[in-house]
């Protein structure tokens, strides 16, 4: 067993203290769970200490030995083992590929060693199968997997090295309830096993489920750290923000008679048969399911990245034949994917230029652009969603994911869309960050803005929305006018709760 222990770790980059005399020991054997808002830290401290970066200045010890990383690598033969919460899979390869990439069983053949296939193969499946994710077959490409499938992947990956010391970004923030339920089983196992586990999330709920124990960073400082029998949510929303202000939802009367989109019959087999449903204009509307409830499959149609079988579709009263993401975009639809690292930003790229990548054509429509054509619309866009981007000429990347995020909208607002679809807006970012991009939300909403939201989170969807439909199986099930729901109501929709009658 190994504990982790630092002394005023810090890292300055000129003036900006981003993590500042960190003191803290980690014990070996225990769960802690890392908290704190966007751009408090929390991704320096994980650099560090996953040797991506060196520090200004302080000791890392560990199980009492002063150890130095000047590379991942250096961190990786000392039994530090990083999962980032940006998935690193290769697409092409397998299951089991991925999880023993670098290290292919070999056996002797004719021409030489030769990749021992069937033992890959069985290796990777018991790996999978010894933590119940046996749905999960070695042999299929990641490609085929969803988000949340793919992460159970990234954790078995790093568990087959049998770390010492395991650091774990927002690993539920893609996963079904019953994927999380065993992510939990393997993360204790781990920690029975001597394990020390550093736990980031910003999914406050489940800390007193995992974790042992909760330290806090605040504006690169460590606020504090305490057993989690004493972290009531009270206390740890106050070591994270400070004074919360109440967040408020802008009552406002939509109108019924002129819908901005409305669809009839929509079905994609096997994940939806038969939608009806319209989205007013100025109206945030929720969608709520189960992962795997179709969700995301019925936003791609909607976007025209997917073809329904059957099924209309009229954007502001105009049937749109055939929707493709040309058609689509042009009748003033824009789609905010729930993976922002590969659907929604190019990480290389500045954030100045992901902020002019779906408007192009509003920015130069001649066809010619420049820094000075592209200037007023990345400086509205960080002015009016509040970007705290620094320099925009450096790589999006650098950005924390509330900022991040805040750029996927800007990027779609300088199209000036007529409705915006969202998908997992508030993935893998802090409650500070989430409520702002509710509240740009409500601002575009009452500039006319017609907006869909899907969640994981079913509080989110409550705390957000106008109205909310429950998908279930294909249909929808339900249709709530959001005037005070409760989060449990709707949980127990979305799992058809027999008891429940259907809401006009």
């Known amino acids: 067993m190994v504990d982790l222990e630092l002394t005023n770790l ?12 960190f003191t803290h020991r980690f014990a070996a054997g225990k769960i802690h769970a890392l908290i704190g808002k966007n751009g408090s830290g929390k991704s320096t401290f994980i650099k560090m200490i996953s040797g991506a970066i060196t520090p200004t200045s302080g000791s890392v010890r560990l199980g009492g030995a002063a150890v130095s990383f000047s590379s991942p690598k250096d961190a990786f033969e000392k039994g530090v083992v990083t999962v980032y919460q940006e998935l690193s899979l290769i697409p092409e390869l397998s299951v089991a590929e991925n999880i023993f990439l670098g290290r292919l069983p070999k056996r002797a053949g004719s021409a030489g060693l030769l990749i021992d296939w069937p033992r890959l193969r069985q290796d990777a499946q018991a790996l999978l199968n010894e933590i119940g994710a046996t749905d999960i077959s070695a042999n299929a490409p990641v490609s085929s997997l969803s988000v949340g499938k793919q992460q159970i992947v990234e954790i078995v990956k790093a568990m087959s090295f049998n770390p010492k010391i395991l650091q774990l970004d927002e690993p539920t923030s893609a996963l079904a309830q019953t994927e999380v339920h065993q992510l939990f089983r393997l993360v204790r196992k781990l920690s029975d096993l001597g394990v020390t586990i550093i736990y980031i999330s910003h999914r406050l ?16 400082v460590m606020v504090g750290s305490i057993p ?15 004074d919360l202000p109440p967040l408020h939802r802008p009552i406002r009367r939509i109108g019924s008679d002129d819908p901005a989109l409305q669809v009839r019959g929509l079905t994609l087999a096997p994940y939806f048969t038969d939608l009806n449903f319209e989205l007013y204009r100025g109206e945030v509307l929720g969608i ?3 992962l795997g409830s179709g969700r995301t499959e019925l936003l791609h149609c909607l976007y025209g990245a997917r073809s329904a079988q059957h099924g209309r579709i009229a954007v502001n009263g105009r049937e749109i034949s055939r929707p493709t993401i040309r058609k689509m975009k042009a009748a003033g639809i824009g789609y905010t994917s729930e993976d922002r690292k590969s659907a929604g930003l190019v990480q290389l790229l500045s954030s100045h230029a992901n902020l002019c990548l779906a408007g192009m054509e509003k920015i130069a429509p001649r066809g010619w652009t420049s820094n000075r054509r592209e200037t007023p619309f990345v400086d509205r866009q960080v002015e009016d969603l509040l970007i705290k981007a620094g320099d925009p000429k450096l790589p999006v990347s650098s950005l924390s994911g509330g900022n991040q995020q805040k750029i996927v909208v800007g990027n ?4 000036q869309p007529d409705i915006l679809l969202f998908d997992e807006p508030g993935r893998g970012v802090d409650v500070q960050a989430k409520r702002q991009i509710y509240q740009i939300i409500w601002e575009k909403a009452q500039a006319g803005l017609s907006s869909i939201v899907i969640s994981t989170e079913l509080e989110d969807l409550v705390e957000c929305c106008d109205r909310i439909l429950v998908l279930h199986e294909g249909a929808i099930t339900r249709n709530f006018d959001n005037d005070g729901l409760d989060p449990k109501f709707l949980y127990s929709a979305c799992m058809s709760d027999p008891e429940i009658p259907i809401a006009k």
């Open 288 to 290: 709520a399911g189960m």
């Open 205 to 220: 709920s489940e800390l007193q489920q995992i974790a042992d124990r909760v330290t806090t960073i605040r504006d690169g």
């Open 228 to 242: 989690i029998d004493e972290a009531r949510p009270d206390i740890i929303l106050d070591m994270m923000f400070g």
């Open 10 to 21: 810090t890292k300055h980059y000129g003036s900006v203290k981003a993590l500042d005399n």
């Open 412 to 415: 779609w607002m300088n199209n």
